[in-house]
């Protein structure tokens, strides 16, 4: 089955860290870019981060860049989005999502999601 | 506030056609024809609908359909079943600096 499994989310206190993880399987996974992509309670979807197949690009939203850091193994079909000074507004469900090709390195849609992971960060 | 711009709602009945906007500016929606749709249903993570504007992923109804003039993005469904009740988003490109941006987010409900 094609699928992708969100892990790792959890409480944490501001200032804090988190490594999520998202296990592939049922599609090659180092062919596909990957990419986390987050939704605060009652929200609308934002894009956090995406990876080329390879993980030689990366690349991050604003609102994250220099806190977050996305990587993936592709001998183990595992991405990961290590998340350090963790703020308030970092709270929300975060989907790992696959990309497929579109022709363009960072150009992505988003057609295989996971469930979603929480992450909350409070005091 | 998200950097596209949808209505908070939009309802229909039955066997109607209805359209949900999505507006941008020259820099993501207008410049690029690199729109998608998602459906999202209470509790379940985001479907992709439509990309690159127009075209539908297989396996998604021909009921579905995107168009965009100018700055504005447009997701029609025709005749509307109770399983399109749902949040339906508007997503871009927006250059190799932001990348992507998604709209706020459209309740559909069906009558």
């Not at chain 1, 409480?11 to 993880?21: A, H, K, N």
């Not at chain 2, 998608?36 to 690159?52: N, R, V």
């Not at chain 2, 127009?54 to 993005?73: C, D, E, H, I, L």
Request: charged content about 15%.
């Amino acid at each position: 089955e094609v699928q992708l499994v969100d892990s790792g989310g959890g409480l944490v206190q501001p200032g804090g860290s988190l490594r999520l993880s998202c296990a592939a399987s049922g599609f090659t996974f180092s062919s596909y870019a990957m990419s986390w992509v987050r939704q605060a309670p009652g929200k609308g979807l934002e894009w956090v981060s995406s990876i080329s197949n390879s993980g030689g690009s990366t690349y991050y939203a604003d609102s994250v860049k220099g806190r977050f850091t996305i990587s993936r193994d592709n001998s183990k079909n595992t991405l990961y989005l290590q998340m350090n000074s963790l703020r308030a507004e970092d709270t929300a469900l975060y989907y790992c999502a696959k990309v497929p090709p579109t022709g363009y390195s960072d150009v992505w849609y988003f057609d295989l999601w996971g469930r979603g992971t929480l992450v909350t960060v409070s005091s | 506030q998200s950097a596209l711009t949808q209505p908070a709602s939009v309802s229909g009945s039955p066997g109607q056609s209805i359209t949900i906007s999505c507006t941008g500016t020259s820099s993501d929606v207008g410049g690029y024809n690199f729109v998608s749709w998602y459906q999202q249903h209470p509790g379940k993570a985001p479907k992709l609908m439509i990309y690159d504007v127009t075209k539908r992923p297989s396996g998604v109804s021909n009921r579905f359909s995107g168009s965009k003039s100018g700055n504005t993005a447009s997701l029609t469904i025709s005749g509307l079943q109770a399983e399109d009740e749902a949040d339906y988003y508007c997503c871009s490109y927006a250059g190799s600096s932001t990348y992507v941006v998604f709209g706020g987010g459209t309740k559909l409900t069906v009558l």
